[in-house]
T-cell receptor, first 111, second 113 residues
């Protein structure tokens, strides 16, 4: 069964800290993995997409890695800012073109 | 357009009434997805389209839910005879091709009272 989990469910850090969010998936035969952020009452904003053939992707202060053999992806946020406070979701895509979402990590960056 | 546009933003229906939600995918995107977010971070896949053809409908409650993506029209998700448990945020997403980056709309919050 294809499942995606995210740990921790919630995280609080002081402003300026670097942090890592974790995402685990059960089946290594994924097509890609996508990271999103969701602000309260809002939609999903795409952050990074990692294709199965890639090991990592970077955008600004964000870096996402993918290790298919261990079934893990991480989202690294450098020099966190209060504006980074949101829920971060990872979603894995397997055959069938259907995203399976993790339950998210709620991040609070304290000024 | 350059973003996935969903209408309306909010919809309130009495139990048993019909609800219809609309989604305009990003221009040039072939795939459209519908997801239901019931609890805070639980996303349930409903259906996907490749252009106007149903690609995967394994998540659709067949009895009351239907969806269409017709040429030159917004895609739609219709719920007949709504139930309290249908209260959720419904998200639409589109991607240029299968397996590429998916872009989500802002969602439609359906409240069934």
């Amino acid at each position: 069964k294809q499942e995606v989990t995210q740990i921790p469910a919630a995280l609080s850090v002081p402003e300026g800290e670097n942090l890592v969010l974790n995402c685990s998936f059960t089946d290594s035969a994924i097509y890609n993995l996508q990271w999103f952020r969701q602000d309260p009452g809002k939609g999903l904003t795409s952050l990074l997409l990692i294709q199965s053939s890639q090991r990592e992707q970077t955008s600004g202060r964000l870096n996402a890695s993918l290790d298919k053999s261990s079934g893990r992806s991480t989202l690294y946020i450098a020099a966190s800012q209060p504006g980074d406070s949101a829920t971060y979701l990872c979603a894995a895509l397997w055959a069938g073109n259907q995203f399976y979402f993790g339950t998210g990590t709620s991040l609070t960056v304290i000024p | 357009g350059e973003e996935v546009a969903q209408t309306p933003k909010h919809l309130v229906r009495g139990e048993g009434q019909k609800a219809k939600l609309y989604c305009a995918p990003i221009k040039g995107h072939s795939y459209v997805f519908w997801y239901q977010q019931v609890l805070k971070n639980e996303f349930k896949f409903l259906i996907s389209f490749q252009n106007e053809n149903v690609f995967d409908e394994t998540g659709m409650p067949k009895e009351r839910f239907s969806a269409k993506c017709l040429p030159n029209s917004p895609c739609s998700l219709e719920i007949q005879a709504t139930k309290l448990e249908d209260s959720a945020v419904y998200f639409c997403a589109s991607s240029r091709e299968a397996g590429l980056e998916a872009f989500f709309g802002q969602g439609t919050r359906l409240t069934v009272v």
